[in-house]
């Protein structure tokens, strides 16, 4: 199959995230059986870049390419010729001499995954790029809406809360949830919103005055490591916690409530929600290997549709 790039959302048209979709529903029973492997990319091999700290997305496209029987290679910056001041176009150029079929990658900096492409034939997976895109949790994130809320998304009404300023899931979630028809609201101190931003077509909010109006609460962490020491983002963590926080007091009995993780429990979100069986947080990691299985398929074999849901495997 040619190269093909999954680097942002804008990658894939509507009907590519529903087959997605699709391909990652069709994963699901193999992940119910007792042995959870499928022969369907042997002697294909991915590797794992991830230059920038990472617990679900990291562990779920190695799992992922494991369930499918792929070669696997794993690599973190701490560790490799990074450390001796190697640049990502040599770290392309010699990973590539292996022949991968697919290079996963995370890393610090937005627009690295445009330079590995430039640097290797293999199809690039962006893991989360600096403050741009992050492509494959937004996926994910749909797939946990639909399964959990339904097929049609059309007409769902989320609001993302938090840190929307440092944040490569709201870039991501806010073209994938308008690309299936739902209306966006973005709340955040004014200091962690970015100017502009409704040019994408989304309401902004400053405080949780019509909260009430929300079918999905979409959390986001306060980005410790991107806010920069000294900066004037927020007073305190307490005050963000008393005015953008979400506790169940502030929970409609309809509203579910979302999270990336990981959680900064007691800043954006209350320990009464971080261990309610009723967020689907949980489902999002879980759907996480699906949907990463659906990614690496449809990378390989291609996004026309000559698999159809359930005929994957
Ligand atoms: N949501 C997410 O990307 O989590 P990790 O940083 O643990 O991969």
């Not at 405080?207 to 079918?215: C, G, R, S, W």
């Not at 305190?236 to 005015?243: A, G, I, K, T």
Request: net charge negative.
């Amino acid at each position: 199959m040619p190269k093909r790039d999954l680097i942002s959302i804008e990658d894939l048209s509507r009907a590519d995230v529903e087959l997605l979709l699709d391909t990652a529903e069709s994963f699901l029973p193999v992940l119910e059986r007792d042995i959870k492997k499928v022969p369907t990319l042997r002697g294909r091999t991915i590797i794992n870049l991830f230059w920038e700290a990472s617990t679900r997305t990291s562990s779920s496209f190695d799992l992922a390419a494991k369930r499918l029987s792929a070669d696997t290679l794993a690599l973190k910056a701490s560790g490799s010729a990074v450390e001796k001041g190697e640049t990502l176009k040599d770290t392309a150029i010699t990973l590539s001499a292996y022949s991968p079929d697919i290079i996963v990658m995370r890393h610090p900096s937005a627009g690295a995954c445009q330079t590995l492409s430039a640097n290797t034939e293999a199809s690039v997976i962006n893991a989360g790029d600096g403050k741009h895109q992050h492509p494959t949790q937004c996926l994910l994130d749909l797939f946990s809406m639909r399964q959990n809320l339904g097929r049609d998304l059309d007409g769902l009404k989320v609001f993302i809360i938090g840190d929307i300023l440092h944040s490569r899931v709201a870039r991501s979630d806010i073209m994938g949830f308008q690309m299936l028809g739902m209306e966006v609201t973005l709340v955040a101190p004014p200091t962690l919103m970015p100017r502009g931003i409704e040019e994408m077509g989304v309401k902004v909010e400053y405080d949780l005055a019509n909260l009430k109006d929300a079918d999905v609460i979409y959390l986001l962490r306060i980005q410790k490591e991107r806010i920069k020491a000294g900066a004037a983002y927020l007073p305190s963590l307490r005050e963000y916690s008393q005015l953008w926080g979400i506790s169940q007091a502030r929970l409609g009995p309809k509203q579910r409530v979302m999270h990336p993780g990981p959680i900064n429990r007691g800043v954006e979100i209350a320990s009464d929600i971080a261990d309610d069986d009723e967020n689907l947080i949980a489902h999002q990691v879980f759907s996480g290997l699906a949907v990463r299985m659906a990614i690496l398929y449809r990378t390989i074999v291609g996004y026309s549709d000559g698999a159809a849901s359930g005929e994957v495997l």
